[in-house]
């Protein structure tokens, strides 16, 4: 009796068992589900914030090649893929420019695989978050490509990030990872940290005028990982620094010696305001620094450069200046008449003095 007992209390505690897993991963599959945005009728949704709108926290949202002109608000846990992976052909446009054209403020967001651009802003603002991943997205014409305020612990990896003003920038942002991004041809730094330390930044291609703002607050932070046997961005056999060089082709990455042939510069490199890359990338393969030179837009970076040069020196008119010289000449003219009109003479009193004189001598006679 008691081993029939025993057995089936086993083989009840099983079935419970097996009816817990079940509706946990009924409830799973209830919970998370997957939404669809077209620019045309075939998806859910035709706009990507409309999907947001709708969908609970853990869906994920999968998006059409297309053109998206809105201004993103990512409140809630959801992961937000482009169908294609190819940020050229699946573009969300600012349509306030004086907003971002992305503002993330949840956390544990995945969004990935799209061309951010139009914001007076920031490309893609992480506000108070933790744990997001904004992956393979090319982010232009904005003020901060990405931008961090109060974040801790996300990842921003296998970004290109061009034509910004500032290439990525964190306020008061701790503990995150930035990598394998191409961080190039931007107006001002390519990289500006303000109140944030203990971030991990390594196997990026910087090149810009200016790659790191130069802060105090740079040296809190580290610049390299520990050597792996890996390919890094510029096809080096190892994950270490960064890639250093400048639009004239004179950055350090560029000019370094690498004499044991391992792709990693013999030399640190000091960045600008504090702190050091240990173990700065070399161009072991240049074929590999001319494919990520063909992704960038040189011609629209010098364009960018002589419409701000343009702009903080104005021509003057050509008419302006050709008549400017007439005037001159007037003025010198009446300028003399000037003088002339001014110049000692006969005066009044002198004549009356001389007809007086007359009168007497004439009377005396």
């Known amino acids: ?93 600012a349509a306030d420019t004086e907003e971002s054209t992305v503002e993330i403020s949840a956390d544990r967001v995945f969004f990935s695989g799209f061309g951010i651009e139009g914001s007076e802003k920031a490309g893609i603002l992480l506000t108070g978050v933790k744990n997001c991943y904004i992956n393979n997205n090319r982010v232009l014409g904005t003020e901060y490509g990405i931008l961090l305020n109060g974040s801790e612990r996300n990842t921003i990896r296998s970004n290109l990030v061009t034509l910004n003003e500032i290439g990525i920038r964190l306020e008061n942002s701790n ?31 910087f090149k810009n ?33 960064n890639f250093w060089s400048d639009p004239e082709g004179k950055g350090f990455s560029e000019t370094c010696v690498d004499e044991n042939n391992n792709g990693i510069c ?49 021509e003057t008119p050509v008419n302006e200046t050709e008549g400017s010289a007439e005037p001159e000449t007037e003025n010198t003219t009446n300028e003399g008449v000037q003088e002339e009109a001014e110049s000692p003479g006969p005066g009044a009193g002198i004549l009356a003095v001389a007809i007086g004189a007359a009168y007497l001598l004439r009377r005396n006679k």
Not at 8 to 19: D, E, G, S, T
Not at 22 to 48: F, Q
Not at 181 to 193: Q, R
């Open 175 to 205: 503990s995150n990872d930035i990598l394998n991004n191409v961080i190039a041809y931007n107006y001002g730094p390519g990289i500006s940290l303000e109140a944030s330390s203990r971030n991990l930044i390594y196997n990026n291609y």
């Open 1 to 93: 009796m008691r081993g029939t007992k025993g057995k089936n209390f086993r083989a009840i505690k099983l079935i419970l068992f097996a009816v817990i897993l079940i509706v946990l991963c009924t409830c799973s599959a209830v919970s998370a589900s997957n939404l669809r945005v077209s620019s045309a009728i075939e998806g859910d949704y035709t706009s990507i914030q409309a999907a947001i709108d709708a969908a609970e926290a853990g869906d994920t949202i999968f998006v059409s090649p297309g053109t998206y002109v809105e201004n993103l608000k990512i409140n809630k846990e959801v992961r937000i893929w482009s169908d294609s992976r190819r940020p050229e052909n699946t573009v969300i446009r």
């Open 209 to 241: 005028a200016e790659n790191v703002e130069e802060k105090n607050i740079n040296a809190e932070n580290i610049w390299q990982s520990p050597l792996v046997t890996r390919q890094n961005i510029v096809k080096g056999p190892y994950i270490a620094g």
């Open 266 to 314: 013999d030399t640190s490199y000091n960045i600008t305001g504090g702190g050091i890359d240990k173990s700065p990338l070399y161009p072991k393969v240049p074929n590999a620094v001319k494919t990520l030179e063909s992704k960038l837009n040189v011609s629209a970076y010098e364009q960018g450069l002589a419409d701000r040069e343009n702009a903080a020196s104005p």
